[in-house]
């Protein structure tokens, strides 16, 4: 199992930045998803964008695609989400999220591969 701790939410202004980590700790030496999650206020929980630590392939949500990057650091064991061009539509509680063993050309772009939850990080942008 995998423990996932989230860290960097913060305010910032619309255009800001800000960039979350997510360390793990537990079985974190398989290929596996991991994660990033928000639900915003009245919304459901939306995957924002996914890697698999194995073979590195990434998935974007459309709605981050070119202003969000996902990236790992092994030595580490940390996932990062770096946000730039943040919006007001951005501010949600984020999540970081992991799944368990996958082969390493899997794409983490679905829910379904994420098992294990952190207990989020409030993101919030103003206008």
């Known amino acids: 199992q995998v423990h996932l701790v989230e860290s960097g939410g913060g305010s910032v202004q619309a255009g800001g930045s800000l960039r979350l980590a997510c360390a793990s700790s537990?079985?974190?030496?398989?290929?596996?998803?991991v994660g990033w999650f928000r639900q915003a206020p009245g919304a459901d929980r939306e995957l924002v964008a996914g890697?698999?630590?194995?073979?590195?392939?990434?998935y974007y949500a459309d709605s981050v695609k070119g202003r969000f990057t996902i990236s790992q650091d092994n030595a580490k064991n940390t996932v990062y989400l770096q946000m730039n061009s943040l919006k007001p539509e951005d501010i949600a509680m984020y999540y970081c999220?992991?799944?368990?063993?996958?082969?390493?050309?899997?794409?983490?772009?679905?829910?379904?591969?994420?098992?294990?939850w952190g207990q989020g990080t409030q993101v919030t942008v103003s206008s």
């Open positions: 890697i698999n630590t194995g073979g590195g392939r990434i």
């Open positions: 999220a992991a799944g368990g063993m996958i082969p390493r050309w899997v794409v983490c772009s679905t829910p379904a591969r994420f098992t294990y």
């Open positions: 537990g079985d974190t030496d398989s290929s596996h998803c």
